[in-house]
């Protein structure tokens, strides 16, 4: 297991309320990446429309981090398009999400991330679009 460094203030406000913060660690954050270990609860496993939802707010809380963190001042975000494609059915308690900021422009961002379980198996890949919002009135 690799160490983990503490959870990203910006992770925490964008955290989806179906993560489980102490089950969550932040293997390595930069501006353009981001890696979290996730242990879900294994409640979640036994209801797949559960399951599939708890890695949807993984990734989007990841992608969603990634975004607000390279915000301009007076600038918001709101995701537009979430493109999901759930690989691999069978539950896995221990998650990987593998999050990149891919284009960073004036008025939208694009993500990508990817789920692993704890046999390094893509489960999941989401892409995602922002629009970047001038906050000021």
Known sequence: MTATTPIDPLLQIALAPWVQVERLQQVE??????TLDLCLAPLL????E???HSLHALAGSAMSCLVEGALQPGF???NVALHASLIHPEPS?????Q????????SVSFTEASLYNDENI???????TYALLSSVQ
């Open 29 to 34: 954050r930069s501006a353009q990446h981001i």
């Open 93 to 97: 308690q221990i998650v990987q999400v």
């Open 45 to 48: 496993l036994q209801h797949p």
């Open 122 to 128: 893509v489960i999941a890949h989401y892409q995602g």
């Open 50 to 52: 559960h399951y599939a």
């Open 99 to 106: 999050a990149k900021l891919c284009r960073q422009g004036r």
């Open 76 to 78: 918001t975000q709101r």
